[in-house]
């Protein structure tokens, strides 16, 4: 409550949020090529059908499962190639949407902005954040599309079997993009049960969406696999 008193402290906490992003921004430009990143993004081009040199780094590659990643990644190595500078600011751009997802979902919940803004900026000093931000990894686009998913649910998500179904879509593709989101399925089903008091909206709904999400993420791998054979 001692935050709250001090409404001046709203543009200090987004101040040390921009200081995050800088220094992203300077990782960006001094990080070194990680295996892991540089292996995903050659398999998407080798997807995408551009051409690479002989390399036995895609006699067995990384393959991404069809998801967002693979899709945005795809299209800039189509436009820009293989130019790692423009993949990585690519995860710039989808860092500072992540930041005002969750200045939006911590502001919708405590209606304060001065508290918002605090935990927007203890989310940017998360440890590994500077690493995921300023690769082009996966992980901040799966975890842009997550919350997107769940701000959506906890708005819509109890209404209809049609935002159940729209939500468990979102949902399926924040797995497509990096599997390990599958894990917090669960915790539809275990938020709604709290949050809601009808029987379909805390059983039904939830149900549906994980079962949905659980499809697109298995239909997202099966069209990868058909379309590509890797």
Not at 7 to 16: K, T
Not at 198 to 209: D, E, Q, T
Request: charged share 10%.
């Amino acid at each position: 409550m001692f935050v709250k008193k001090l409404p001046f402290l709203f543009p200090v906490y987004i101040a040390i949020a921009v200081c995050f992003c800088l220094t992203f921004l300077g990782g960006v430009l001094a990080l070194t090529v990680e295996p892991d990143e540089v292996w995903i993004l050659m398999s998407t081009m080798k997807a995408f059908g551009i051409s690479l040199p002989p390399t036995s780094a895609l006699d067995n590659p990384v393959t991404t499962t069809g998801g967002l990643h693979f899709i945005l990644h795809g299209l800039i190595a189509r436009l820009w190639g293989d130019d790692i500078l423009i993949h990585r600011l690519a995860s710039i751009g989808v860092t500072l949407i992540l930041l005002g997802v969750v200045f939006t979902l911590i502001e919708r919940r405590v209606k304060d902005r001065v508290l918002a803004a605090a935990g927007t900026a203890l989310f940017a000093a998360a440890p590994g954040f500077l690493l995921q931000a300023s690769l082009a990894t996966a992980e901040i686009i799966a975890t842009t599309v997550f919350l997107l998913a769940a701000l959506f649910w906890v708005r819509f998500g109890g209404r209809s079997v049609s935002m159940a179904i729209l939500g468990g879509a979102l949902f399926g593709l924040a797995c497509a993009t990096r599997m390990t989101c599958l894990s917090m399925l669960p915790a539809i089903v275990v938020w709604s049960v709290f949050a809601h008091r009808g029987w379909v909206a805390r059983l039904i709904h939830p149900v549906l969406a994980v079962a949905v999400a659980v499809l697109v993420f298995v239909g997202c791998v099966a069209v990868y696999f058909y379309a590509f054979g890797d």
